[in-house]
C-alpha cells in the first residue's frame, strides 16, 4: 500500500488595474500587446516601482491565511530563458518572502499548512498556430507580462485529490471574499501547480515528486492527480525508478506527459533585484489592511449555521462564493425565511445559473424580485407549481413577478365554495377509484387531488384541495 502526498502551488492574479511594477493596464481581452510599455517590456535603463495596492492585496491574503508577514522581505531575480519572459527573467521573491507559516482549515480535524506567500511577476502568452502557407508559427503577447501574482505554496501535507480539491475551493473563496482576485480560472486568474510523489505506508521521507503545472479547473486538477497516482503506482510494483520532472496535463487523452526534468530552485540562480529597494512591512501597513476586514467564507459558515438555522449541507453552497452568500443574506435581509430561501437558491437560482454558464452578478432575477415570488407563496396569492412557471417567465422576458402573475392572471383560488364544485364534479366522474381508496388504496388520493388541480388550471390552493377532499372522503 501507498500514500499519496501532495503540495500545492496556486498562483492568483491580483485585482489591481495596473501591473506590478508600472502603469500599464491588467485589463483582459485587449489586442495584442497593446498593454505594454518599456518597463514590461524590460527594455535597458528602465526602472520598476511597486505597486502599492497589489502590496496591499497580498498582505490581505496572508493575514487571512494565518500567515507570518515578514517585516523584510526581497524582490529577487529568478533567471531563466523563454520566449514569452521578455527579460529573461521573472521578478519573484524567493530567499526573504512576504509570509510564512499559515494555514487553511478545510474540515473539523484537517489542516493544510501555508509554507509561504509571495509576491512575483506573470509572464507572457505563447500563442501557437498553424496555416497552410506559413507552415507552423509561434506569436507572443505581453499583455499578460508583470500582471502581480501572489504564489500560495503548501507544505505536502495533502494525501487525496479531494482533500487538493477542498483546499482549493477554500483558497478561492477566501480571495473571493477578500476582493483581491477574481479566480476566474478559464481566464488563468486562479491556477495550480501539483507536486505529487507516493511512498510506502509507515515511511516517512518523501518519495521522489513529479510537478503537474498549470491546472485551472477543478475537474482537471482532480482527474490529473487521480491518473498520476496510477501511473506512479504502476511504475513503483514494476520497480520502475520514478523520475523527478515537470509534466502536463493532456485535457483530449486526459493523461499526463513529460514536459522537463525537475528544476531546482539553485537552477534559476536567484539573485536580489539591485532595482528594487528592500521592502520593510511596517506595523501601520497590517493595521491599514486588516482595517474593515469582511466576514470570511468560516465565519459565514458558523453564521449561516448559528443564525440562520442552515444544515452543513446548505452552509457549503451559500458560502462557497461570496457572490452566493451575498445573494442569500440580501434576500433574508428582505424575507425572514431563511431556509426557504436557500431551498430556491440551490433548487432554482444555481440551476439557470449553471444552465446558462452565467455569473450570479449577471443573473437576472435580483434579491428583491425573488423575495416578491417568495412572498406571494407565503401569503397565498400564487402557489408552488404557478411560483415555478413565474420564475421561468420572469428569467426569459425581464418582467418582475407580480406583474407576470397580473398579466396571466395566475392568482390562487381559495375560495372554498368555487373549490368544492369541482371537487364534488371530480369525485362523481371517478366512482371507482374513490372506491378504492375507501377500500384502503391511499394512493389514490394523489390522484384525485392531481386531477382536481388540472381542473382548476394550477390555481386552487393545494391546502385547501387537500382539505375539502379529505373531509369529503372521510364522509362516505
Known amino acids: ?48 516601482v511597486l505597486n502599492e495596492q497589489a502590496l496591499e492585496y497580498a498582505l490581505k491574503a496572508a493575514v487571512a491565511t494565518h500567515c507570518e508577514v515578514a517585516s523584510k522581505n526581497v524582490f529577487e531575480r529568478k533567471n531563466y530563458f523563454y520566449p514569452d519572459l521578455p527579460k529573461a527573467y521573472q521578478i519573484s521573491q524567493y530567499q526573504e518572502p512576504l509570509a510564512e507559516d499559515g494555514h487553511i482549515i478545510i474540515s473539523e480535524d484537517k489542516k493544510i499548512r501555508i509554507k509561504r506567500i509571495h509576491m512575483e511577476e506573470d509572464a507572457g502568452k505563447l500563442i501557437h498556430s498553424h496555416d497552410g502557407h506559413n507552415g507552423a508559427a509561434s506569436f507572443i503577447d505581453f499583455n499578460r507580462a508583470a500582471i502581480p501574482l501572489i504564489e500560495i505554496v503548501t507544505e505536502p501535507d495533502i494525501h487525496s485529490p479531494q482533500e487538493a480539491i477542498a483546499y482549493l475551493k477554500e483558497l478561492k473563496a477566501i480571495l473571493e471574499y477578500l476582493d483581491v482576485c477574481d479566480c476566474n480560472m478559464e481566464k488563468g486568474n486562479f491556477r495550480c501547480d501539483a507536486n505529487i510523489s ?27 492527480l487521480l491518473y498520476e497516482i496510477d501511473r506512479q503506482k504502476d511504475m513503483l510494483e514494476a520497480g520502475t525508478k520514478i523520475m523527478q520532472e515537470t509534466r502536463l496535463w493532456n485535457e483530449d487523452k486526459e493523461i499526463t506527459s513529460s514536459m522537463r526534468s525537475k528544476e531546482e530552485a539553485h537552477d534559476y540562480r536567484y539573485l536580489p533585484d539591485p532595482d528594487l529597494k528592500t521592502l520593510y512591512i511596517s506595523e501601520e501597513l497590517l493595521k491599514k489592511v ?55 437558491i440551490q433548487t432554482e437560482v444555481l440551476r439557470v445559473v449553471k444552465e446558462k454558464s452565467i455569473s450570479l452578478q449577471s443573473f437576472p432575477l435580483r434579491p428583491p424580485e425573488l423575495v416578491s415570488l417568495l412572498m406571494m407563496i407565503e401569503t397565498n396569492k400564487i402557489n408552488a407549481s404557478t411560483a415555478k412557471k413565474v420564475f421561468t417567465e420572469a428569467i426569459a422576458t425581464g418582467k418582475k413577478p407580480d406583474v407576470i402573475v397580473k398579466e396571466q392572471g ?25 372506491k378504492e381508496y375507501l377500500e384502503g388504496k391511499e394512493k389514490v388520493f394523489g390522484f384525485l387531488v392531481g386531477t382536481i388541480m388540472k381542473e382548476g388550471k394550477g390555481k386552487f390552493n393545494p391546502k385547501v384541495v387537500n382539505d375539502i377532499l379529505a373531509k369529503k372522503l372521510k364522509e362516505r
Open 1 to 48: 500500500m501507498y500514500e499519496v502526498v501532495i503540495g500545492l502551488e496556486v498562483h492568483a492574479q491580483l485585482k489591481t488595474k495596473s501591473k506590478l511594477f508600472c502603469s500599464c493596464s491588467t485589463s483582459f481581452g485587449q489586442n495584442a500587446n497593446s498593454n505594454v510599455c518599456s518597463i514590461c517590456l524590460g527594455l535597458p535603463g528602465v526602472l520598476p
Open 198 to 224: 507516493l511512498r510506502s505506508e509507515g515511511v516517512t521521507t518523501l518519495g521522489t515528486k513529479v510537478e503537474i503545472k498549470n491546472l485551472n479547473s477543478f475537474k482537471y486538477i482532480e482527474k490529473a
Open 290 to 344: 486588516s482595517y474593515d476586514f469582511p466576514e470570511l467564507p468560516a465565519q459565514k459558515k458558523k453564521k449561516f449555521i448559528e443564525v440562520y438555522g442552515l444544515t452543513e449541507y446548505d452552509t457549503e453552497v451559500l458560502t462557497s462564493e461570496k457572490a452566493i452568500a451575498d445573494y442569500f443574506e440580501e434576500a433574508v435581509s428582505l424575507f425572514s425565511s431563511p431556509k426557504i430561501i436557500a431551498n430556491w
Open 410 to 434: 395566475l392568482e390562487q383560488i381559495s375560495d372554498n365554495s368555487a373549490i368544492e364544485t369541482v371537487i364534488d364534479s371530480i369525485l362523481a366522474k371517478n366512482q371507482n377509484q374513490v
